[in-house]
Nanobody, 114 residues
């Protein structure tokens, strides 16, 4: 049974940093491209960042230069370091494994507000 479990969300002020982590089990983690997506209220889910099995990374323009995705294949984890957070980063953040069909975590809430 595949499980993706996110952690690290919370309520923070603008400008601070937050680190999300996703722990995967029940799947060949190192084989898959892993990604972080987010969904804000009233908006479609969007891809934030992804990292291939060869550690090639890709970021949305809205987070490029502020967010960093990384993976640890020994621990089956993928992290998202988020710096210089903005109110528009407020969303539920989801971990994704690019399988067919894709695997999703349950999501973790990130709220950026003063």
């Amino acid at each position: 049974q595949v499980q993706l479990v996110e952690s690290g969300g919370g309520l923070v002020q603008p400008g601070v940093s937050l680190r999300l982590s996703c722990a995967a089990s029940g799947m060949p983690f190192s084989f898959y491209t892993m990604g972080w997506y987010r969904q804000a209220p009233g908006k479609q889910r969007e891809r934030v960042a992804s990292i291939t099995r060869g550690r090639i990374t890709n970021y949305s323009d809205s987070v490029k230069g502020r967010f960093t995705i990384s993976r640890d294949n020994a621990k089956n984890t993928v992290d998202l370091q988020m710096n210089s957070l903005k109110p528009e980063d407020t969303a539920v953040y989801y971990c994704n494994a690019a399988a067919v069909p894709p695997y999703w975590g349950q999501g973790t809430q990130v709220t950026v507000s003063s």
